[in-house]
């Protein structure tokens, strides 16, 4: 028996039954049934009503009874209604015969779904597009002898067939398509049912590392409400086969310690089911770890079901170090650093963490990396217009105007894009940027959906439809910009008159919300202000979820979804309780941007030390401690100047000017340390390389400050020894020195030449880890 | 040594292409002086050597060529104690052409920047009033020092882009340790930056001053004005009836110690009626006998004259936010200016107009021709509320030519009945400054008539060509004749007809674009033995429709200067200077710091001879005929012009290039 089986009564104090309720509907019907215990029975109350045939819970007739799993670790119910059960089902090609080649993977873009299909059979690709598969599939089909179908007998590999074999002769999937045939081989009528919704169970279930395969179960759910077993029609595939593998039929093996989700779909709808490998072997005693608010009772909770140990709370010479650089993007100075460290107040850390949000660089930080979100300054708006909309931002998030405010006003921005003091060249991506481009640019930005696939065809990996993309570009069919004065000083108007074109139906498309109704647009009226209204709705399934996850990876090192603008059912979040709970409180907050910020930097989930324990060694999406990351390029060029006392000085700014207040263009230090051009919507690599290294071992940015006049250096050459090195490491990196390292920048002193002993000790300490990171 | 030039006088069409070879004003400094005063004000540019004149539009004000070479010209301006302050045209002229350049009279004392200021320690200390002129180089930055008092409002302006200067300006005030407090890059419609600030504290702060993106050049001169000085953003109404008496409003900062409003060069006078810190009213009698048109008003010791246009037809004065109401419009008849301002985002001034018969209309704003930031949009209505005519900008602007932004709509009312006009921005922004004229009348089909810059060189020997602009108004659609007055002996210019439709022209991307009326090229011949003179040309056109005839005289229009603005120059009339082409060009840089040059060479001499380029301290160089660039090694520090001769005869020279000879 496999580990997993003897701990699984640990994980889980009762057992659950999946899916949570039994539909059938229809002679013959069934639904495949899993339980997350081991050794469970199953047994139906009323067999008169429904029979179990292995863990299928099959139709006998109409009523309602109860399916018991009795688990080693307890008993669990679930009831089953059957209807219709006298009823035969005629087979509907949408409903169960395209959703085959999908399964099958012959929709695949690799396959018959390619823009150009495989020997002259095009299918749409994923299936998205019925009709036209069952055109494709009409000339392959023989009526007469529904077996001779030439689809058929190049699947089950009767005749040279290069995908191969896809499924037998006495599979369901055969019958149902020889069933199909003899009932007509027609395609849907208007009146037949559509899935409107497809779920996976279980939505999370945690597997030992090489357990035995598990198979996950999916129901389809119609437009005529009846529910369906999908488990034998939908596409399994797994988000990462190194952690966890699964079949074509739906097992799922834990292959390697880790987290991921399998992802099923089939005719346009998906849905994800998340499974948490552990080693059953490396489960800790637990300690019961403090929770300072509710975003550690989130993280806790799932470390504890893991049996991930967090680290230890981290030393005040890390938090102190971490939260500057976090939250104002600079270090402490000395004497920040002496008043923090020497303090005894119990609440130091909140009240540091209240005064570097109210202080002028949180601000900037801010600004700075909404710019770069909405691409700033790159623009025809060039560097006038992004220093406006830099300031903006810098403004708004000073004084915590609400991030619902934020988007309102970016969404209906408009003006002049080099005068004023508001966002107006938000729009002005380029010159001829359209409403698809907006459309684009605001799903990614605001909503955290990807959903630019869709503009050209129904999206592989996700529920977004043409017809999606371009109710949502609609919003912003009248969205344009004009020339004003001199040829680069450009404006955003919202025009009188203009609509977006659907590219297949070549009809104007109404303004929809995303997985919403549609709006109707009059005349005279910002249909925007209505798409404002939606986006800032406190229930709104996507605006708060998408900004709370990118502030929490600024502040955790990783989103809990990532990436932090790819919000699909298909890649769902870590800890979703955590993230919905999240959501809820900074929704309801009134969008309070600081408050939502103050409450992740009180947890005590950002207040764990980076150091790894035994247990959280592995782990990196579960925040069970600090994950060290490189410093942004802006925050280190700072921090190198802060440390060396000698200013950068970019070009195009005023001397004086910081890295973090840089608000367009780029330094060759900034771009090596993964700035970007802001030519596309995207995220920093933060992954350090060898250029990155090479640079500060013997670029500029680093010799050039150390031999400056008027450096930190000089100023320290003028102290007494044994003061040096203690200044030299609380202004880099924020601490008392080691007696050994104290010992160490004494000795080097004594050794040499003053200056030149120091210029090295401050070289070897801005090449360190410990400088180049935050921990 | 004795050079002898070789002019070819061949009749040619004078091309697009051809080099400029007119002077060209490029910097001012200083930019103007205060009137009651003389000044010294030196030209940066090209071809200004021989520059015989220099001559300032209105009264009060002259100019004298002091010491004029190819890059550098010095003049003395002296300005009566009496002349109308504000900016003037200031005509360069010399035997191979003219050119139009401004300079501004002031009314406060003048100072020069003195450097070094670049950093807040060596900022240069400001008095209030202060008018300083100065120049921002390339990553420049002029740092001055203050005084303020809590609750004081100082006013900062930078007249740059606005007078012709090439820098794009960026005022930044900043605190005592050298901190932003506020920052302004664009607030006019050409780039010059302003801020008013009331500061909340007492204390010393600064003022920078630099380029956009530490831009500068030698000739990046700006004037900055700035004091506790009365400030108006604009008066309300903006325009009077002739013959009327008008009550004024002023708005803006200051104005509790205006006194005074002076119209034009003293049309009329008037004294505050009543005052506060942000408005001053007046009331003022317009005489009958004053020019229609846009005049100056002068409020007593405010740095910057406003807008007030003069007007022969009944005005309305709407209070900002009175007319919102689109179900209650305010009424209106034909024929009335109405003058309003939209304060607010997504406000719209409504009103209501009654025809008793189907009827043309015409609706005209002027809002971004008076200097103010409003980009109106037009918009009528039915009865009903279905929109019926609607227009933003007269014709896309694209760059290519100066913008418009004040739409220009007529309509056609398809039954009598009443039709509700509506005006705001067509960016739905709001602001206190943004005012508009909106004149509603019943359309009477007119053109005017424009010509596209204010001086040009004809050249003997060819046919030089010269662009007028028709530009229909009020419906008009039949063909207009363009035709040219007052020429000299020796020159011909046949008339143009403008057709009714507007020029176009094909953008970069291939798409069609259409300029604001029709362009005609009037073909001046100009024989040999013309008289080598400067000429004021006067263009008249003429047309008819519904059996009225109208004829028009044209103005000159400066067009595309250095920043794309436009407007009338003071002169109607074109100043043509007729003159002769070298045989060759020679396009130089100005500095040579590697003992060698590249030059640009046009051959304008016919000739399929070889060149010989010389002169003294140049190693002589041969090139074909068709050669177009020339690398020329120099071998003497200084001052050294090219030669250009064509056997043995010079046929051109360039301008001296100044040479260092770095070993």
Known sequence: MKLYWLIAPVLAAAPAVYPPEIKLFGAGSAQTVVTDSAGCVLAVDNPKVATIDKSRIVAKSNGAAWVTAKCANGVTTVPVVVRA???????????????????????????????????????SLFGYEPEFDFASIMPRIDKSSPEKSLILRKATAQAAHGGGFRFAADSMEYKAIVDWIRDGAQFDSKDTPRMVELRAYPKEQIAGRGASPRQIVAVAYYSDGTVRDATHLVQYSSNNPDIVRVDSRGLAAPIETGETAIMVRTLGHAAAARVLVIDPAARPTMTRTPRYNFIDEHVFAKLERLGIEPSELSADEEFLRRVYLDAAGTLPSEEEARAFLTSKSPQKRSQLIDNLLAGPEFAELWALKFAELTRAGTREAGAKG?????????????????????????????????????????????????????ATNISQIFLGVRIECAKCHNHPWEKWTQDDFYGLAAFFARVAVKEVYENDENATVYNEEGEVIHPKTKKPVMPKYLDGVKEDQRQDSDIREALARWMTRTDNPFLARAFVNRVWKHYMGRGLVEDVDDFRVTNPPTNPALLDALAADFSKSGYDIKRLIRRILNSRTYQLSAAPNESNRKDSINYSRYYMRRLMAETLTDAIAQAT??????????????????????????????????????????????????????????????????????????????????????????????????????????????????????????????????? | MQRVFLFLFLPLL????????????????????????????????????????????????????????????????????????????????????????????????????????????????????????????????????????????????????????????????????????????????????????????????YLRVYGTGESGSENSDYRLIAGAMPHADFALPAGGRRGSTVEITLHGVNLDHAKELVLGNGIARATAVRNDQKSATFRMAIPLASAAGVHSLHIQGAALPIPFVLSDGPELTVSPGTARRRQDPMPVELGTTINGVIDSA?????????????????????????????????????????????????????????????????????????????????????????????????????????????????????????????????GWKTPVEVWADNLPRGVTARSAIAEPKNTSYTGTCGERHYLDGTNVELIFKVEPDAKLDLNQVTFRARGAMNGREVEREARARYWKSRIR????????????????????????????????VTAIVTRLDNSNEPMRIEGEGVTPLDVPAGTTRADVVLTKPGDVTLYGLVSGKVIGQSAPIRTEIRK
Not at chain 1, 411 to 432: C, M, R, T, V
């Open chain 2, 14 to 205: 004078v091309s697009a292409d051809l080099p400029l070879l007119e002077p060209v004003a490029q910097g001012v400094f200083p930019g103007g002086l205060r009137r009651g005063s003389e000044s010294s004000i030196t030209i940066r540019g090209r071809n200004l050597q021989q520059l015989k004149r220099a001559v300032i539009s209105g009264d009060g004000v002259s100019a004298e060529i002091v010491d004029a070479s190819a890059y550098l010209a010095k003049i003395t301006v002296r300005a009566s104690a009496t002349t109308e302050p504000g900016r003037r045209d200031l005509r360069l002229i010399a035997p191979h052409g003219s050119t139009l350049t401004w300079i501004d009279i002031s009314d406060v004392a003048e100072l020069t920047e003195r450097e070094p200021n670049t950093e807040l320690a060596s900022a240069n200390q400001l008095t209030f009033p202060a008018l300083v002129n100065g120049v921002i180089t390339a990553a420049d930055y002029d740092y001055f020092r203050f005084d303020a008092s809590a609750r004081q409002t100082l006013t900062f302006e930078l007249l740059a882009t606005r007078n012709g200067s090439p820098l794009d300006g960026v005022l930044e005030l900043l605190d005592t340790n050298g901190k932003t407090v506020e920052y302004c890059d664009d607030h006019y419609a050409f780039k010059d930056p302003r801020i008013i600030h009331t500061f909340n504290s007492t204390g010393t702060y």
């Open chain 1, 85 to 123: 059960a006298g009823a035969a089902i005629r087979k509907s090609f949408v409903n169960d015969v395209a959703p085959i080649f999908t399964m099958g993977g012959c929709t695949g873009a690799n396959c018959h779904g390619s823009i150009r299909g495989q020997r002259g059979f095009k299918l």
């Open chain 1, 386 to 438: 992004g220093r406006i909309i830099y300031e903006w931002f810098r403004k708004a998030i000073a004084e915590n105007r609400g991030y619902d405010k934020i988007v309102t006003d970016l969404l209906l921005s408009q003006g002049a894009h080099l005068f004023g003091k508001g966002p107006s060249s938000f729009y002005n991506i380029s010159f001829d940027s359209n409403a698809a481009d907006h």
């Open chain 1, 645 to 775: 006392g000698v200013p950068d000085k970019f070009a195009g700014y005023p001397p004086g000017t910081r890295a973090m207040q840089v608000y367009s263009g780029s330094s060759y230090m900034l771009s090596t340390f993964g700035r970007l051009n802001r030519d596309i919507i995207c995220e920093r690599d933060t992954q350090p390389d060898i250029v990155q290294t090479m640079h500060l071992i013997s670029g500029d940015s680093i010799q050039k400050k150390l031999t400056a006049p008027g450096s930190a250096i000089a100023k320290w050459s003028t102290m007494p020894d044994e003061e040096i090195a203690e200044a030299v490491f609380l202004r880099t990196l924020s601490r008392y020195p080691s007696l050994r390292e104290k010992e160490a920048v004494t000795q080097a002193l004594k050794d040499g030449d003053k200056k030149h002993a120091l210029q090295d000790v401050l070289w070897a300490i801005l090449n360190s880890k410990e400088f180049l990171y935050n921990h």
């Open chain 2, 346 to 474: 997504r406000a719209a001034d409504y009103f209501v107009i009654r025809v008793d018969q189907p009827k043309q209309i015409v609706l005209s704003v002027e809002s971004m021709k008076l200097g103010y930031l409003l980009d109106p949009i037009v918009l009528v209505y039915e009865e009903n509320g279905t929109r019926i005519a609607w227009q933003d900008d007269p014709t896309t602007n694209t760059g290519k030519e100066p913008a418009n932004l004040d739409p220009h709509l007529t309509v056609a009312l398809p039954k009598e009945g009443r039709y509700t006009v509506a005006i705001r921005d067509s960016q739905f922004r709001g602001d206190a400054s943004y005012l508009y004229r909106l004149t509603v009348k019943e359309a009477v089909p007119d053109f005017s008539v424009r010509v596209v810059g204010a001086h040009t060189t004809l050249y003997r020997g060819r046919d030089n060509i010269v662009n007028v602009r028709v530009r229909r108004l009020e």
């Open chain 2, 565 to 596: 603005v436009t407007g009338d120059a003071a002169e109607p009339a074109l100043f043509a200077t007729i003159a002769d082409l070298p045989g060759v060009v020679f396009q130089t840089p100005e500095r040579s710091a590697t003992g060698r």
